[in-house]
C-alpha cells in the first residue's frame, strides 16, 4: 500500500503498467505519474516519449514500487466483481486484463500492395478494426476495395488476423501473426493464408519474415522478407522506409524487390497524410505488366 505519510508524491514504474485508469487514480490522488509508457503496433512511442523511458529507467528506481501497484490493482479489481461475473455467465470465463480497440481509415487515389496497384490506378479505400489484449494477444478485421488486372470480377478484399505481440527486452519486440485473406465474388480461387513474424528495435526498425499459401493467386508457397525503418523528424513529421524481397520461383519460376520510402504528416491528430513513392525491379515488370514499376502513392489516414 502506499504510504499516505510519504512525501515523495512520485510514483515510478516501468511499462508494463501504464494505463488510463492508473493515470486517472494517481492525478486524483495527488501524485505525479512516473511509470514509463508503452507503446502499441499502430501507435508506436515518438522519440520525446523514448528519451523519456529512457530517462525514468535510468532513475534506478527500487522494484518494490511494483509490488504497491499491484495492490492497488487488487484493490480495483475487486470493485469490477459484478462485471467479472456477467462475463462469467456470458463467457464462461471471467478476467480483469484490459484490452484496447483501434480503429483506422485509408483513403488513397492508388492501393500499392508489394509493389504493385491492385485497384488498376483507381481510388481505393481501406477500413479496419483491431481488439488487443493487455496479454499480447489481438485480432483485427480490415476491409479494402479492389480491381485486379486482369479482372477476375474481385471488388473487395476482408482479412481476418489473429496475432500475439510481446516485449522481448527492453529495447525489442515480436509479433507472430496467421491472417486469411478473402476475395469476395472472384472468379478461381485468389484467397490465402498467411503466417508472419517480426522483430521490431526500438520501435523504429523492424525485420519481418512471411510465407504464404496461393501465393499471388498461384496455388503455390511463397516467401517474403522486409526490412523497415521508421524515422521521427519532429513531432508532427516522419519518414519510413521499406526494402521487400519476394521469394516466388516456385510459383512465378521468378523473384523481385520493391523498395518504398514515406513522408507523413500528422497534421491533425488523428489524421494523417501519407506521401509515398514505391520502386520495383524489372522482375516485377515482367511478373505484372503494367501493373508494376515506379509510382507515386498519396493516402488520407486516421488511427485510433
Not at 515518438?46 to 523519456?52: A, C, D, L, M, P
Not at 522494484?63 to 499491484?70: P, S
Not at 503466417?195 to 525485420?207: E, P, Q, S
Request: hydrophobic letters at 40%; a neutral charge.
Amino acid at each position: 500500500m502506499i504510504d499516505p505519510a510519504n512525501t515523495n508524491r512520485a510514483v515510478y514504474a516501468d511499462r508494463g503498467y501504464p494505463s488510463a485508469e492508473w493515470e486517472a487514480w494517481l492525478k486524483a490522488n495527488g501524485y505525479r505519474n512516473w511509470i514509463q509508457g508503452k507503446g502499441h503496433r499502430h501507435k508506436p512511442l515518438s522519440e520525446v516519449q523514448q528519451g523519456r523511458n529512457h530517462l525514468l529507467g535510468s532513475l534506478g528506481i527500487p522494484l518494490f514500487v511494483r509490488e504497491e501497484i499491484v495492490h492497488l490493482e487488487k484493490i480495483q479489481a475487486t470493485r469490477k466483481v459484478v462485471a467479472v461475473a456477467i462475463s462469467v455467465l456470458l463467457l464462461g470465463a471471467a478476467t480483469s486484463v484490459q484490452a484496447d480497440v483501434f480503429g483506422s481509415v485509408v483513403f488513397t487515389p492508388d492501393d500499392e500492395w508489394r509493389g504493385s496497384s491492385r485497384a488498376r490506378e483507381k481510388p481505393a479505400v481501406q477500413t479496419g478494426v483491431e481488439y488487443a489484449r493487455d496479454s499480447g494477444f489481438y485480432a483485427s478485421v480490415l476491409g479494402s476495395s479492389v480491381k485486379f488486372k486482369p479482372d477476375n470480377n474481385a471488388n473487395s478484399e476482408f482479412d481476418v488476423s489473429l496475432g500475439w505481440s510481446s516485449k522481448l527486452a527492453q529495447d525489442r519486440a515480436l509479433d507472430t501473426y496467421h491472417a486469411r485473406h478473402q476475395y469476395s465474388g472472384a472468379q478461381g480461387s485468389p484467397s490465402w493464408n498467411e503466417v508472419n513474424a517480426m522483430v521490431t528495435w526500438r520501435d523504429c526498425y523492424w525485420l519481418s519474415v512471411e510465407r504464404c499459401t496461393n501465393a499471388m493467386a498461384s496455388k503455390a508457397t511463397g516467401i517474403d522478407t522486409l526490412v523497415g525503418m521508421r524515422h521521427p523528424v519532429n513531432d508532427p513529421w516522419r519518414i519510413e522506409g521499406t526494402l521487400a524481397h519476394y521469394f516466388l520461383d516456385s510459383a512465378y519460376a521468378d523473384s523481385y524487390t520493391h523498395g518504398s520510402l514515406s513522408v507523413v504528416w500528422k497534421f491533425q491528430a488523428p489524421f494523417e497524410a501519407r506521401l509515398t513513392l514505391h520502386g520495383t525491379d524489372s522482375a516485377a515488370n515482367r511478373m505484372f505488366p503494367g501493373m508494376a514499376g515506379s509510382r507515386v502513392e498519396f493516402a488520407l489516414q486516421t488511427a485510433s
